[in-house]
């Protein structure tokens, strides 16, 4: 079949203009920046009937899709030019558009054009058209057609052969589930303030009480998930499976006294997280058990050093509600694996005095923080 010379006319433009990516359309930043520019010199070419300047912008064998038939872009794009002669004039404007990654290029569809063209002698044309752009990359990074497909018909034409990116597949996932198996650490300012309180007392920190040597790293087991509500609202959940601790001892050398404390803290929360870049940004409340466990025993001095005598124990718990702040970088490795980065900060309020500090009271207002890489799959 001939393909009539106005129809090349009204469905050329796709191939070389492209189309303006809609609101929200996410791009790798080098990909959007090469695609960009490549518009503003296709278009700034088209303008000025410069076909030098427009076939530097055509990836080498690049095609041309007009329904059923395949044209050589190069070869269409010169006819044209020939044909309309000098003193051309031509508008063309864009509508929406779906961008998709491929493994190979990247795919604009179901985008709409208008075209305009008067050239001398020759009545004014005017068409709208959906259209299908493939991109490919060149050596230098900058963006070439390499096929359009045009057509008049909705829902608009596909380029075939597009094979979706492990990470456009991923980005298409809606739930998941991640833990983070000892791959992090966090801190916490409880056992400073701990220490702060014994000092008060007039004792002094030692390392030789059984169970509370000192440590303001708690490296809880943690689990969490998300459900990606859009591209870029997701809610996230996350807990401890196992218990984080603080824990430090102070001795009293004129009393011949000994005291160890720990705060043993399991904590969950729900927040909602909102996409800046590759980086989802959440906040929301968690929900924190905390529990205190005073020891105290009695310092004896010998010649081969110090040895306790257990005197008493005691403890106490209670739930609190607390407010869990994060940042979480994602890493497909896969459609459905992942990695991620996650780096949070947890504030409780201010705790309950643990036993034997009812006067003067121990007041602690803890602040956990922590970074961790989480392994998961995306579903």
């Not at 491929?102 to 004014?124: H, I, K, M, T, Y």
């Not at 979706?164 to 801190?187: D, M, Y």
């Not at 310092?299 to 979480?328: C, E, K």
Request: charged share 15%; hydrophobic share 45%; aromatic share 6%.
């Amino acid at each position: 079949m001939r393909v009539p010379t106005t129809l090349l006319l009204t469905l050329l433009p796709a191939a070389l203009a492209g189309c303006l990516l809609p609101p929200g359309q996410r791009l790798e930043p080098e990909g959007a920046r090469a695609i960009a520019a490549a518009r503003t010199e296709i278009g700034a070419a088209v303008g000025a009937g410069d076909m030098d300047a427009l076939l530097r912008h055509f990836a080498p064998g690049a095609k041309l899709i007009v329904g059923r038939d395949t044209l050589d872009l190069r070869t269409a794009a010169i006819s044209i030019y020939n044909r309309l002669g000098a003193g051309a004039v031509t508008d063309l404007w864009f509508t929406g558009s779906k961008l998709s990654g491929c493994d190979r290029w990247l795919e604009e569809s179901r985008g709409q054009l208008g075209f305009n063209v008067a050239a001398p002698g020759a009545p004014r044309a005017h068409r709208e058209y959906l259209y299908a752009v493939a991109w490919v990359r060149d050596s230098a990074g900058a963006a070439l057609v390499a096929t359009a497909a045009l057509d008049v018909l909705r829902p608009g034409p596909t380029i075939a052969g597009c094979r979706p990116t492990a990470k456009a597949l991923f980005e298409s996932r809606h739930l998941s589930i991640a833990v983070q198996p000892g791959t992090g650490f966090a801190v916490s300012s409880a056992v400073g303030a701990m220490e702060s309180a014994l000092r008060g007392r007039s004792m002094s920190t030692i390392s030789s009480f059984p169970g509370f040597g000192r440590s303001g790293l708690v490296t809880p087991l943690l689990a969490a998930g998300w459900l990606r509500i859009n591209s870029r609202i997701a809610l996230e959940a996350i807990a401890t499976l196992s218990t984080g601790s603080s824990r430090t001892a102070a001795g009293d050398s004129a009393t011949g006294t000994a005291l160890g404390m720990r705060l043993d803290q399991r904590w969950a929360t729900v927040l909602a997280s909102a996409r800046w870049r590759d980086i989802y940004l959440g906040f929301g409340p968690a929900l924190v058990r905390e529990a205190w466990h005073v020891a105290s025993d009695s310092l004896r001095m010998d010649s081969a050093g110090t040895s306790l005598t257990h005197l008493s124990d005691a403890g106490s718990t209670r739930n609190v509600v607390g407010v869990f702040a994060q940042g979480r970088l994602t890493a497909p490795l896969s459609a459905h694996v992942f990695a991620e980065l996650r780096a949070w900060l947890l504030v409780e309020p201010r705790t309950a005095s643990p036993p034997g500090f009812r006067a003067p009271p121990l007041g602690i207002t803890p602040r956990h923080s922590g970074v961790g890489v989480f392994f998961g799959m995306a579903l």
